[in-house]
T-cell receptor, first 115, second 111 residues
Framework: DVKVTQSSRYLVKRTGEKVFLECVQD?????MFWYRQDPGLGLRLIYF???????EKGDIPEGYSVSREKKERFSLILESASTNQTSMYLC??????????????FGQGTRLTVV | AQKVTQAQTEISVVEKEDVTLDCVYE???????LFWYKQPPSGELVFLIR??????QNEISGRYSWNFQKSTSSFNFTITASQVVDSAVYFC????????FGAGTTVTVRA
């Protein structure tokens, strides 16, 4: 079974802190994604990566950065956490160059609260 | 601009009724892929079905069926004879260059 594992299920951070959300997949997928999920807005793409050390902005990249030093790991970084970044964060991965035709597998999510 | 629109926010039905979920998408690409995902109360998104832009043949898989119409950019999804376990949030997604999701439709099936 494909496994996408997010390092934390729940996280509480203070405003201004630097926050790292980690995601690891074990199926050698080329593509990895970070989304945030908010009520009524669905899943919004923050960043995605089609290869190691490669990243592309999604629809809402402001206030976030990412790192992909190894194929299996994709980190989301909140440089200076703010209360409007309180949300559920979902990591996903899928297979294939471009990966448009294969389904994405999701982690269990990290519920981040910024106080 | 929203690339994937799910106009229905919530649908509530009684068990055994059919449920149809609407999805309209927007893309300039000629090659793209459409998906439906389910998010049960446990939270983890689960892949349900996939369709590519070259294949407009509609299909049935068990209690699930889908209707893809390129002319209207719609990819609708139907659950036949709904069950309580079908209660979840359903997301339509488009992958042209990046994987974009709609806002989701919450389906509640009452016993």
């Amino acid at each position: 079974d494909v496994k996408v594992t997010q390092s934390s299920r729940y996280l509480v951070k203070r405003t201004g802190e630097k926050v790292f959300l980690e995601c690891v997949q074990d199926m050698d997928h080329e593509n990895m994604f970070w989304y945030r999920q908010d009520p009524g807005l669905g899943l919004r793409l923050i960043y995605f990566s089609y290869d190691v050390k490669m990243k592309e902005k999604g629809d809402i990249p402001e206030g976030y950065s990412v790192s992909r030093e190894k194929k299996e790991r994709f980190s989301l970084i909140l440089e200076s956490a703010s209360t409007n970044q309180t949300s559920m964060y979902l990591c996903a991965s899928n297979l294939g160059a471009g990966g448009r035709d294969t389904e994405a597998f999701f982690g269990q999510g990290t519920r981040l609260t910024v106080v | 601009a929203q690339k994937v629109t799910q106009a229905q926010t919530e649908i509530s039905v009684v068990e055994k009724e059919d449920v149809t979920l609407d999805c309209v998408y927007e893309t300039r690409d000629t090659t793209y892929y459409l998906f439906w995902y389910k998010q049960p109360p446990s939270g983890e998104l689960v892949f349900l079905i996939r369709r590519n832009s070259f294949d407009e043949q509609n299909e049935i898989s068990g209690r699930y069926s889908w209707n893809f119409q390129k002319s209207t950019s719609s990819f609708n999804f139907t659950i036949t004879a709904s069950q309580v376990v079908d209660s979840a949030v359903y997301f339509c997604a488009l992958n042209d260059y990046k994987l974009s999701f709609g806002a989701g439709t919450t389906v509640t099936v009452r016993a």
